[in-house]
């Protein structure tokens, strides 16, 4: 991460004084707990996925506001699955929704009028990153947050299976498959190895 991410941590992440803990809605408690324990590995999660500063903080923003908004985390059954699922769903959509931009901003530029029936932007191009990014969101659900959270949160197969409450095992072949989609997604040879 480069100097800017970092002191995004700082600002993001700031300690939380024991009178503000005090202060503090008994039922939001549980965020405080998951924003102090995982707020820096959720950002550096948001980072990889979007990899810019100002969507890293409305993203991890969108989602402590999603999760305040919730209410109490009593029915969860892991609120760091929870949190890691929520922040990489909003980063992917943030990432779709710029794309779905990007293809359309020439036919709005001209004036035309968008049709969006049955298209599907197509990653790649000049801009490797944003192809990766395009190719990545348009995953299922369950390879996606397996790749999110192998490879751009870095986790170990056992703890992604706690997380999504998968085996290790599990958690290995859905990545396998991820690669192979995305090798599909994105041009390349799948190959078998």
């Not at 300690?15 to 039922?27: N, P």
């Not at 948001?46 to 969108?62: C, E, F, K, T």
């Not at 990545?136 to 397996?146: G, N, T």
């Not at 991820?178 to 078998?192: F, H, R, Y």
């Amino acid at each position: 991460m480069t100097s800017a991410a970092n002191s995004m941590l700082k600002i993001a992440h700031p300690a939380v004084e024991d009178g503000d803990r005090a202060a503090g809605d008994s039922a939001h408690r549980w965020i405080l707990r998951v924003m102090e324990a995982e707020g820096a590995a959720i950002l550096r999660m948001l980072w990889r996925i979007l990899g810019s500063d100002a969507d890293v903080m409305d993203a991890y923003q969108d989602c402590f506001c999603k999760l305040a908004s919730r209410g109490g985390g009593k029915d969860l059954t892991s609120a760091k699955a929870y949190v890691f699922r929520t922040a990489s769903n909003i980063a992917i959509e943030m990432v779709r929704s710029r794309n779905r931009k990007r293809m359309h901003l020439p036919a709005i530029a001209a004036g035309r009028p968008v049709d969006t029936a049955g298209e599907t932007p197509v990653p790649g191009g000049d801009d490797d990153r944003a192809g990766l990014q395009a190719a990545i969101a348009e995953l299922p659900s369950h390879l996606r947050q397996v790749v999110v959270l192998r490879d751009l949160s870095k986790m170990a197969y056992e703890e992604i299976g706690r997380v999504l409450s998968i085996s290790p095992a599990t958690a290995r072949v859905y990545r396998r498959h991820a690669v192979v989609k995305l090798s599909e997604l994105l041009g390349g040879e799948s190959g078998n190895d």
